[in-house]
């Protein structure tokens, strides 16, 4: 399998795009669908993934590098050079599964952060890939986990808004410098 978007997977000095951090207002402005797939989304499809590539992640949300576009990457497989990596645009759950599990998480948003969410196990998303054809994946595990971490940056929310311990919570982000107010709880 080919991608159009043909990236290394390598760390750049100099990524092509900056990453917002927890605490910047950039990071809860929601997402616009994006409506025509061309060379200069691609474009932004490739700096996305050298900036992820550079920062040593496995996925990342346009919002995150101030792009507000329905657009996430994801790369389980960084030590697979020729293993293309997923691009959703204008991702949709159209199934989610009663079952839910618990698992840490990480952003490159809160660099240093890690900690337990609970989340559907299983989803099903319809989205479009880089050509601008309608795909439909089924995930679970890792993948399922990071395309619902993924998409909740579209809406503006982000995991520690999720996240129930909130001593650990607390905790956490007061060790890597991150303020407990920009913490946004999700209403259940
Ligand atoms: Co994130």
Request: aromatic share 4%; proline share 6%; charged share 25%.
């Amino acid at each position: 399998m080919t991608t159009v978007v043909a990236v290394e997977k390598k760390k750049l000095a100099q990524p092509p795009l900056n990453i917002h951090y927890l605490g910047d207002r950039v990071l809860r402005q929601p997402a616009k669908r994006i409506a025509k797939v061309d060379d200069q989304l691609r474009q932004t499809i490739a700096q996305m993934l050298q900036t992820m590539y550079s920062a040593d992640g496995i996925g990342l949300a346009a919002p995150q590098v101030g792009i507000h576009k329905q657009l996430i990457v994801i790369d389980l497989a960084l030590d697979q050079p020729d293993k293309p990596p997923l691009v959703l645009i204008n991702p949709k759950i159209v199934k989610s599964s009663n079952d839910l599990c618990n698992s840490e998480e990480g952003c490159l948003s809160i660099p240093g952060v890690y900690l337990e969410v609970t989340r559907p196990e299983t989803i099903e998303v319809s989205y479009k890939n880089e050509l601008g054809k309608p795909c439909k994946l089924k995930a679970n595990g890792l993948l399922s986990r990071a395309i619902q971490h993924e998409m909740d940056h579209l809406n503006g929310v982000m995991f520690v808004d999720r996240v129930e311990n909130n001593l650990a919570l607390n905790e956490e982000l007061n060790k890597r410098g991150f303020a407990v107010s920009a913490v946004k709880p999700i209403k259940k």
